[in-house]
């Protein structure tokens, strides 16, 4: 069995056997990119190298790139502990060509990996092309002798990948392995692709055109190649488990968590632990990366991820903080690969600590308000605004941590009455405010308390648009 450490390791030794670099990953907040809030995919730190504007002395590279997908355009926070396929921290194996191979070689270079070195059976893989790429569809029925029925055209916007409105772009091809008929799902292109049964794990991106204006294409003379595989997906598959977080790694976190909670892992237990496992990962590669929660842009979204964990701690019957407790696993398991998390052991450990005792004094008593107010409502209710935002305001309950609360009862949360309580609270007070009668000095007050006082924050709107691969 391959751990997830020795699938990682294996990867890039492929690749640097075959002429790549390998490039450590970067940061979880992208250099020099303010409108991207954290880095989602391998492609992110060599935007400029596509683009031609940074020039780097090798034209091949391979990376393991940490990613955190919770905020902004591409936000899997929602589904975490939910299916088994997604986490809001994870990480991208890719490999990367600057206008050195193209679609032939990327092609054969994964494919070989796949089934030679990480021995997946040929009969269960398939793969996609965007729908008029009879080039790849070709390479593929080629290099993998794949039958026509498992390359599989899709024309959205899944297959064709864009750096923004302008720039780099082309068509995608991605590999999925068909894990049988007792889980269920349909093959990709269908309407239940959702599903389990059909698992994508890479996706390999053709940049072959400059888009310059809308509607105006030019064909790159010198192609580059993108590629991002899920480490943990593959970690799952090559294990033989139909979850990430039935691998090795996860296996070690969601110990961890049980010894600190008591208790076991089993039946409605389970999404708790998986969302316990995600959360620590993401909070202290993000801690280690330089963001500490707080209520504004990346901070509010650690803080989230934070505060999410620690209620599900609280349903599992913890009574003290504890998500502290875990940071020593989460080193065991990936300290060897990201020296920064035993660098920084210390701060993520007390910053989870310092956050969960502040929030664990507002917790319990939000927690029984919430109860109380929605214990009247039945499957398909709705929570009222004002309450969400009470809880948001007095008890320092994130909206999504109400709603994640209530998904169990399959109750919504009114979110046009959680904004519209929260606009009043900010003009009531603005109208009872007395100040100095200097307009100047107020708007600067009322932009501060906007910013730092008990608000939410909606994410960037200005992310790049489908910066990842
Ligand atoms: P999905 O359709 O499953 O949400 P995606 O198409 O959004 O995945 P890509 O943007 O193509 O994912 O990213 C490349 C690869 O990174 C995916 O094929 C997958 O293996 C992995 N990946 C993407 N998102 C996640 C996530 N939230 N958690 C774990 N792995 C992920
Ligand atoms: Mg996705
Ligand atoms: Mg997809
Ligand atoms: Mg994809």
């Keep these: 069995m391959s751990s997830v450490n020795e699938i990682r390791a294996a990867f890039l030794d492929y690749y640097a056997r075959e002429g ?69 921290f994870f990480e991208m194996m890719g490999n990367f060509s600057f206008g050195d191979y193209f679609k032939e070689r990327a092609i054969e270079l994964a494919w070989n990996l796949t089934t030679k070195v990480f021995d997946l059976p040929k009969d269960r893989l398939l793969v996609t092309v965007y729908h008029d790429d009879d080039q790849a569809f070709d390479l593929w029925k080629r290099i993998a002798g794949l039958p026509d029925s ?44 959702d599903g389990d049964r059909f698992l994508e794990f890479w996706n390999l991106v053709f940049m072959q055109y400059e888009q310059v204006a809308p ?46 909670i008591g208790g076991d892992a089993e039946g409605p237990r389970r999404p708790s632990h998986r969302v316990i496992a995600d959360h620590l990962r993401a909070s202290a590669f993000l801690v280690a990366d330089g963001v500490l929660p707080s209520n504004e842009g990346r901070g509010y979204v650690l803080r989230r991820i934070m505060r999410r964990a620690m209620r599900h701690a609280q349903l599992l ?15 065991r398991e990936m300290g060897a690969a990201y020296p920064e998390l035993v660098q920084s052991e210390a701060l993520i450990t007390e910053t989870l600590k310092l956050e969960e005792s502040r929030f664990r004094k507002t917790l319990t008593r939000g927690l029984q308000i919430l109860d109380e107010e929605s214990a009247s409502l039945s499957a398909g209710g709705t929570l009222p605004g004002d309450v969400a935002f009470k809880l948001h305001d007095t008890y320092g309950f994130p909206l999504d941590l109400t709603q994640d609360a209530l998904r169990a009862r399959d109750i919504k949360v009114d979110t046009e009455g959680f904004q519209t309580a929260m606009a009043r609270q900010r003009s009531d007070a603005r109208k009872a405010w007395s100040g100095s009668g200097d307009a100047a000095t107020e708007q600067v007050w009322f932009g501060l308390r906007d910013r730092f006082g008990a608000t939410e924050f909606l994410g960037y709107d200005t992310e790049i648009a489908e910066g990842v691969v």
């Design 150 to 193: 498992r390359i599989i055209r899709i024309a959205t916007s899944d297959n064709f990948w864009q750096m923004g409105d302008t720039g780099p772009c082309g068509p995608c091809s991605e590999i999925f392995i068909d894990q049988g008929d007792k889980l269920q799902g349909g093959p990709p292109g269908s309407p239940d692709e």
């Design 317 to 331: 019957g913890s009574e003290q903080p504890v998500m502290f407790k875990l940071v020593p696993a989460l080193v």
């Design 215 to 260: 509607g105006e294409r030019l064909t790159l003379p010198r192609p580059s190649i993108d590629t991002g595989m899920g480490l943990e997906r593959m970690a799952a598959i090559m294990q033989g488990v139909h979850s990430n977080y039935d691998t090795d790694l996860f296996r070690g976190l969601i110990r961890a968590s049980v010894e600190a």
């Design 20 to 88: 790549h670099q390998v490039v450590p990953s970067s940061p979880l907040v992208p250099r020099n990119d303010p409108t991207l809030l954290f880095t989602n995919a391998g492609m992110v730190q060599f935007k400029n190298v596509f683009t031609g504007v940074e020039k780097r002395p090798y034209s091949t590279a391979t990376t393991a790139q940490k990613c955190v997908r919770a905020g902004g355009k591409h936000n899997d926070l929602e589904n975490v502990g939910y299916t088994a396929r997604h986490h809001t």
